[in-house]
């Protein structure tokens, strides 16, 4: 007869699923077994799940990246400590009963210390005497002290989140998520100040179950079972000091785990590929030693052998690491470009110039078409290029791609990221078709400590100031880092730097890098959802260069063009008035005002800017003069003095507030005054009514009279200096 057979399948997501039961049913058994007895077999397998999981804790302290990453140690340091109690209490009552608790107990009581109950005893206390004096209590030193500065550091990490915020260096949903990042770490140092605790805990009472087995054991032998004082010594000894040693090494695995955890800092890679990395970078330190410890072989009475040995591997671990080093200086132009989708690379040893020796055509068709962006690297920053050494400078620029195309509704040309041997050491530079757009210098392995908090704290390092804010910073080391957030510093590493001037630098030629191609390519990708309006607008209405006109306008003053739909649709109604794309612009700007325009404001429907005075206001109205292809403001330069200095006093007033200085005029005013002192006030936002929408309420925070005598006759400019100015 045939019995079906029926497959047991384990689905592991099933099993994720119920892991809330399963950790109840193993915290429930772990107190059943302080109460209820258990055969030897399922002892043993609970001693081996003790020990497997010890090792396992110490495998993931290892790979983690960071130590708030593993928030639930806390919990498990709990969990296992009460599972070995839990397996001592069960192992005595084995051991008083019936003289033999598992194969495991007496493995470690025979085998371990050479079946010498005096040995074991030396080789238990010695183990409790690292785990309790030397392991536990520095880890819970560290955990006191992590938690302590956790804390202080805490109100002015708020703060410098804050003030980030404020001065626009990241978003309301970056500030979340770092608020969030340092109440984690806040919560999980202060767990571990207490865990610690329960490691000390259980190093004593490991001892004193010890110590109670033995005399527990002498008085059963010896008084219940009539056995000789020396055989009831051996042999309750053996098994009590057996009970303590596998008891005492997953103790041991795991107070070594949790001194690993508190005192790793936070980094990008494994603590294996940390080590590796910190060590590897200074060649000439494993050389030194190398040279001292062939000293020690040298040096008589000593064994010339191991240490001749281990100055043979540093001094070949020296000299692979110097030829790495010199492979990577001799290969400088090795560094590969960031694409949309592929990658465009540059000659080996050539410092960012193409080759032309034996160049092929596609070669020469490389060099007549150049590239839209590019970013030059001095030499000492090509490791924050190279992923193999841990550079994510390519992925970073990936996501300020992205960031600009969510932000600003264009997709950025390719970026080539290559070295450049013209520049210093740790000097970068952005570069539009071959143009310099943007160039600073940085210092490698260091962290910049912006003081956004005016902190009266001094750092000790580098003085400088940030390239893009230019707000007073230091470049200070690791060992600095801790101070300077707990003074309120905003601390952020090198291509964090670099990444915020690249932004910034983006967002500024955003309207220089959309070329007629990309604004076909937008249109086309709306063209199927707004057939009628294409068709309607292009060719008849306007031209493919007006639209790309009217989009530069917009984002050269930082307005998005997402809403392409709707600028389009603002230029079908207006083209059959006029094709001039600084007036279609501006109608434009009047229809977008309600996606752009709660951007600048201070709180929810609220502007707070500066006005002119109504009579001010229609002068310069006066003196507007438009021409087929700009529209400009000529006023005498008594007037335009007068305008840059309440100007310069009104945005410095309003910086100082951390306001974005805003100046409101009417619609007729707006471009024209916008381009006048443009050169002069590059970060000025200027608005006009037309264009707020209608809910806005406008807060003035002052008002710009006009000037005494002000001339009142309005100033004509001939056509042909128009045109050619």
């Known amino acids: 007869m045939n019995l079906p057979f029926t497959k047991i399948r384990i689905d592991p997501q099933q099993l994720a699923k119920q892991s809330d039961l399963l950790f109840t049913g193993g915290l429930i058994g772990t107190v059943v077994l302080l109460i209820l007895p258990v055969p030897t077999w399922m002892l043993d397998v609970l001693l081996a799940l003790s020990i497997a999981a010890s090792l396992l804790v110490l495998l993931m302290i290892i790979y983690i990246k960071e130590p708030a990453e593993f928030s639930s140690f806390p919990t498990i340091l709990l969990s296992v400590t009460l599972l070995r109690l839990a397996l001592n209490v069960a192992s005595t009552r084995l051991i008083l009963l019936d003289g033999f608790a598992g194969h495991i107990i007496e493995a470690f009581g025979k085998f371990v210390v050479g079946n010498n109950y005096l040995v074991g005893g030396v080789v238990f206390l010695i183990l409790v005497v690292i785990n309790f004096v030397v392991i536990t209590k520095g880890a819970g030193r560290i955990a006191e002290v992590a938690a302590r500065f956790t804390l202080d550091a805490m109100p002015g990490k708020q703060m410098a989140i804050d003030a980030e915020m404020n001065a626009g260096l990241i978003d309301e949903l970056t500030a979340t998520k770092r608020r969030r990042k340092i109440q984690k770490e806040a919560d999980f140092y202060g767990a571990m100040d207490g865990a610690s605790k329960f490691v000390r805990g259980d190093a004593m009472a490991g001892l004193l179950i010890t110590g109670i087995n033995i005399i527990g054991g002498f008085g059963i032998g010896m008084l219940q079972k009539g056995m000789p004082l020396m055989e009831a010594l051996q042999k309750y000894t053996l098994l009590s000091i057996g009970d303590g040693l596998v008891a005492q090494v997953p103790a041991l695995i795991v107070s070594v785990a949790a001194g690993l955890l508190v005192t790793r800092t936070a980094d990008d890679s494994n603590l294996g590929e940390q080590i590796s990395a910190q060590i590897s970078a200074y060649p000439r330190a494993i050389a030194i030693a190398s040279a001292l410890l062939f000293v020690f072989a040298i040096i008589p009475g000593l064994p010339a052998l191991p240490f001749l040995f281990l100055s043979l591997i540093a001094a070949g671990a020296y000299f692979l690491l110097s030829k790495r080093a010199e492979e990577a200086a001799a290969s400088p132009g090795a560094l ?195 057939a009628a309006l294409v068709s309607e607008l292009l060719p008849d209405l306007v031209s493919l260069g007006v639209i790309q006109r009217v989009l530069q306008n917009l984002l050269r003053e930082g307005v998005s063009v997402k809403n392409l739909t709707v600028i389009l649709e603002a230029i079908a109604d207006f083209a059959s008035v006029t094709k001039n794309p600084d007036e279609l612009s501006e109608q434009v700007r009047r229809r977008l005002g309600t996606y752009f325009v709660d951007s600048y404001e201070c709180e929810p429907g609220k502007i707070k800017g500066v006005t002119l005075d109504p009579r001010l206001e229609q002068m310069l109205i006066g003196r507007i003069h438009r021409s087929h292809l700009e529209v400009m403001l000529a006023i005498d330069p008594q007037t335009a003095q007068f305008l840059l200095q309440e100007l310069t006093i009104r945005s410095n007033a309003m910086t100082e507030q951390s306001l974005t200085p805003i100046v409101v005029v009417s619609g007729e005013l707006r471009l024209a005054f916008k381009r006048f002192f443009e050169s002069s006030f590059p970060k000025l936002v200027v608005l006009s009514y037309q264009e707020l929408p209608s809910q806005t309420e406008i807060q003035s925070i002052g008002i710009i009279m006009a000037p005494p005598g002000m001339r009142t006759v309005p100033v004509q400019v001939p056509d042909a200096a128009a045109a050619g100015r």
């Not at 032309?356 to 070669?363: E, L, Q, V, W």
């Not at 952005?430 to 910049?448: D, E, I, S, T, Y």
């Not at 500024?508 to 390519?521: F, G, I, P």
């Open 336 to 530: 590969a470009a960031l694409t949309a989708g592929s990658t465009k690379g540059v000659l080996p040893g050539s410092g960012g110039k193409p080759g032309a020796a034996g160049a092929g055509s596609d070669d020469f068709q490389k060099l007549i078409e150049g590239e839209n962006f590019a970013v030059e690297l001095g030499y000492g920053l090509t490791q924050l290029a190279d992923k193999s050494q841990g550079g994510d400078l390519l992925d970073r620029i990936t996501g300020v791609r992205k960031n600009l195309a969510r932000d600003l509704g264009i997709i950025v040309p390719p970026i080539a990221v290559r070295d450049s041997l013209d520049m210093e050491a740790n000097e970068y530079r952005f570069l539009l078709r071959g143009k310099v757009m943007g160039r600073a210098a940085v210092v490698a392995n260091r962290w910049l400590a912006m003081n956004v908090t005016n902190s009266r704290v001094n750092l000790n390092g580098i003085p400088t100031t940030e390239p893009v804010f230019g707000i007073p910073a230091v470049w200070i080391g690791e060992e600095e880092r801790k101070s300077a957030e707990i003074n309120g510093y905003t601390v952020v590493d090198v291509v964090s730097v670099m990444i915020t001037h690249l932004a910034e630098v983006l967002k500024q030629t955003a309207h220089l890098l959309l070329s007629r191609q990309e604004v076909q390519s937008l249109i086309n990708r709306i063209k199927d959802a707004n």
